[in-house]
C-alpha cells in the first residue's frame, strides 16, 4: 500500500526567507500527489497535485512542488515566505490502481513564519 | 459554490456515551469520505461512499463505528459507544467521482472531546 513520509514535523522560516517543506512517498504503481494546507480549527485546503504531465507542478500562494520519480519525492518550495503561510502542510499519495481514491496522508509539517 | 458543510463543530460527551455527526457534501459530488484525524497526524481514511454504495470501509472500527449514506446525498458517522481513543476531529469529504487523482475537497471537521 502506499505511504507518504513528511521529514520534519516542525519548520521555522524567517518572513521572506525559503520555504521547503520535505515529502516522500512509496507505492507500487504511478502515483498521485498532493499538497494540502490546513490552518488552525479549519478543514485541508488542496494547494496543488500532480497527476501527469509536467512534473513541476505551481499551486496557490505562490507554492510549488517538483515531482522526482528517481528520489521518490514531491518536496514543497516557496521562494519568499509570508506570514500568512504560517499552518499545517500535509503531504498525500493515491495510488492510480484500484479505481477507488484510497488517498494517504503524512504526519503533516508545522510551518512558522517568524517575522 | 457552497463547501462541504459539517454539523455540529464542536461535542464534548462522556465515554460510553454515543455521538453522530453530519455532512453534507458540495452539490454533485458523488464520492463522500469520512476522515478521522488524530492530533499530531494526518487525516486516516473511515469510510468512502459512492453514492449510497459502500466503496470502502477497511480501516471503520466497525464493532464502534457506524455511517451510512442513505440517499447518495448527506450522510451521518455514529460512534456508540465512544472511548477516550475516539478524540479526534473528524473530516468529512467530498469528490466529483471516485477516480484516482481526484480533488478530495475538506469541510471544516466536527471535534470531539470524549472524557
Known amino acids: 500500500a502506499q505511504s507518504v513520509t513528511q521529514l520534519g514535523s516542525h519548520v521555522s522560516v524567517s518572513e521572506g526567507a525559503l520555504v521547503l517543506l520535505r515529502c516522500n512517498y512509496s507505492s507500487s504503481v504511478p502515483p498521485y500527489l498532493f499538497w494540502y494546507v490546513q490552518y488552525p480549527n479549519q478543514g485541508l485546503q488542496l494547494l496543488l497535485k500532480?497527476?501527469?504531465?509536467?512534473?513541476l507542478v505551481k499551486g496557490i500562494n505562490g507554492f510549488e512542488a517538483e515531482f522526482k520519480k528517481s528520489e521518490t519525492s514531491f518536496h514543497l518550495t516557496k521562494p519568499s515566505a509570508h506570514m500568512s503561510d504560517a499552518a499545517e502542510y500535509f503531504c498525500a499519495v493515491s495510488e492510480n490502481e484500484k479505481g477507488n481514491n484510497d488517498m494517504r496522508f503524512g504526519a503533516g509539517t508545522r510551518l512558522t513564519v517568524k517575522p | 459554490e457552497a463547501g462541504v458543510a459539517q454539523s455540529p463543530r464542536y461535542k464534548i460527551i462522556e465515554k460510553r456515551q454515543s455521538v453522530a455527526f453530519w455532512c453534507n457534501p458540495i452539490s454533485g459530488h458523488a464520492t463522500l469520505y469520512w476522515y478521522q484525524q488524530i492530533l499530531g497526524q494526518g487525516p486516516k481514511l473511515l469510510i468512502q461512499?459512492?453514492?449510497?454504495?459502500?466503496?470502502?470501509d477497511s480501516q471503520l472500527p466497525k464493532d464502534r463505528f457506524s455511517a451510512e449514506r442513505l440517499k447518495g446525498v448527506d450522510s451521518t458517522l455514529k460512534i456508540q459507544p465512544a472511548k477516550l481513543e475516539d478524540s479526534a476531529v473528524y473530516l468529512c469529504?467530498?469528490?466529483?467521482?471516485?477516480?484516482?487523482?481526484?480533488?478530495?475537497?475538506f469541510g471544516e471537521g466536527s471535534w470531539l472531546t470524549v472524557v
Open positions: 461512499f459512492q453514492n449510497n454504495g459502500v466503496v470502502d
Open positions: 500532480y497527476t501527469t504531465g509536467a512534473t
Open positions: 469529504a467530498s469528490s466529483l467521482v471516485v477516480a484516482s487523482g481526484n480533488t478530495i475537497y
